[in-house]
RNA sequence: GGAGGAGUGGCAGAGUGGUUUAAUGCACCGGUCUUGAAAACCGACGUACUGAAAGGUACCGGGGGUUCGAAUCCCUCCUCCUCCGCCA
């Protein structure tokens, strides 16, 4: 959520960022009726409190009264209070709807585009922020895509998960599994190696932490909701990692805050089924270590540019071929400001698939979750910044298809030593 | 799941209807003293909204209610503790 007094104070940069996310002349009018809003709820909040000011004073007078005995006096001044009361309950209801139609127009606004996003609608609009510069690797004829690999090593079963769950839910079998705690681990120690914290959280968050970090209310189709408890199961370990610091005032000096966790994530992803989404390409459940920065502003667009370099750290060390887009304004989520997503080349396919996606959200997140810094005398609202590193299924899927040789699947160095074996056969 | 108890500032802890403007202690910060430090003493010491400022308002786990007036009384939800039951 942007913060009303950045609106109020950059109103015409806040116009020009909401061009680039594809905002139609009449969507923007949403700035100016917040504005107005809350000119009208500091109005009648300032005529609240002096009416309250009123009712405090009178009440101690009453009080002063009665301990003098002077019962009479006291009565008339009950009367004026009587009346005050009705004023302050009328004004407390138009307030309260003030300040939730406030809220849920504030709810629309997205946030606005770092002056480097282009401009653009699509996926098509990407900028490639970074192409891979060697060849691309060419498979033979019968090189076969990740789901055949799958069967014919008995790596994973989506039938199996089918029967057990539904679609989209994979069984991971034998070195298959092992493969994909391999990947955990060596992701999770590399993470270690550059400082972040290991945590594990909840698999499953409250309301207001969903929330906090912006899934509700722009994304409540995509999570999975468990009605009897309230508690909607994680599409991603940013949830309940950055959450961790709701409500918490920091000391400028514990920046940077560094964490990293492995989770389950679940989405429902709604209605896409086809061969772009077969195999691990896109599933209802994968797997995902994920880093999380807490930063000062004057540094979060450094730290960013650290995580891209942690982040193609893990791509070379297991060889594979990836690239790196910049988002355009139309397809960088709601809350990021700057957006750059990890595409590794998938060779059976011959598809890159996003393994990857590396976001600033400035103080979007941190708004909402009221997570600030002490700056001298002032708090502030930190920066969150996160991203994958990395989401497993599909760096899977592309290992699978890529290593693929007569023998079996070539197991990339750094995974030996996890793994315990050099050739997934 | 059953029975009982409890939630107050960074921490500890007082406060059961009216100078609570939340006592007191500890911690932290600034100052005096000191070669330096400690001790001692003095001062400051929550968050948010509003206002040019002075000031005003709200917040004692969350929400609602009673009252002229609520940290204090009532309802409800949440969390924690103790005991019992169940359990990896």
Not at 8 to 13: D, E, H, L, P
Request: glycine share 6%.
């Amino acid at each position: 959520m942007l913060e009303l007094n950045f609106i109020r104070a950059n109103k015409s940069r806040v116009i020009q960022g909401l061009k680039i996310k594809n905002f139609s002349e009449e969507d923007l009018q949403i700035v100016e009726e917040i504005l107005s809003l809350d000119d009208t709820r500091k109005e009648v909040q300032t005529e609240l409190d002096s009416l309250l000011a009123e009712r405090n004073q009178l009440s101690k007078t009453i009080g002063d009264l009665m301990k003098a005995g002077k019962r009479a006096e006291a009565e008339s001044q009950r009367e004026r209070v009587g009346q005050l009361k009705e004023q302050a309950a009328k004004l407390e209801d138009s307030l309260k709807d003030t300040k939730v139609q406030l809220e849920e127009l504030l709810l629309k606004v997205p946030n606005i585009p770092h002056e480097s996003v282009p401009p653009g609608a699509t996926p098509e609009d990407n900028e490639v922020y970074k192409a891979w510069a060697s060849p691309l690797p060419e498979l033979s004829s019968d090189a076969l895509p990740h789901w055949e690999l799958a069967q014919k090593y008995n790596i994973f079963d989506l039938e199996l998960g089918v029967k057990l769950t539904g679609s989209g839910f994979p069984v991971y079998r034998g070195k298959g599994a092992k493969l994909e705690r391999a990947l955990i681990s060596f992701f999770l120690d590399e993470a270690t190696r550059a400082g972040f914290e290991e945590v594990i959280p909840p698999l499953m968050v409250n309301e207001d932490t969903a929330r906090a970090t912006g899934q509700l209310p722009d994304k409540e189709g995509q999570m999975y909701y468990v009605e009897r408890d309230n508690l909607y199961l994680i599409p991603t370990a940013e949830v309940p990692v950055t959450n961790i610091y709701r409500d918490v005032i920091l000391d400028a000096a514990d920046f940077p805050v560094k964490m990293t966790a492995y989770t389950p994530c679940f989405r429902r992803e709604a209605g896409s089924y086809g061969a772009h989404v077969r195999g691990l390409n896109r599933v209802h459940q994968f797997d995902k270590v994920e880093i999380v920065v807490l930063q000062h502003p004057d540094k979060s667009y450094e730290t960013l540019q650290e995580m891209l370099a942690h982040v193609s750290g893990l791509l070379d060390k297991l060889e594979l071929p990836y690239r790196i887009l910049r988002l355009c304004g139309g397809d960088m989520s709601f809350t990021s400001a700057l957006t750059f997503d990890f595409e590794v080349f998938s060779a059976a396919q011959k598809r890159w698939l996003e393994v990857s996606s590396v976001s600033n959200f400035e103080t979007y997140q941190s708004n909402r979750m009221k997570l600030r810094f002490r700056d001298g005398k002032a708090t502030r609202l930190a920066h969150t910044l996160n991203g994958s590193a990395l989401a497993l299924a599909r760096v899977v899927a592309a290992l699978l298809e890529n290593n693929q040789t007569p023998e079996g699947i070539v197991i990339p160095k750094v995974l030996r030593d996890y793994t315990g074996f050099e050739l997934l056969n």
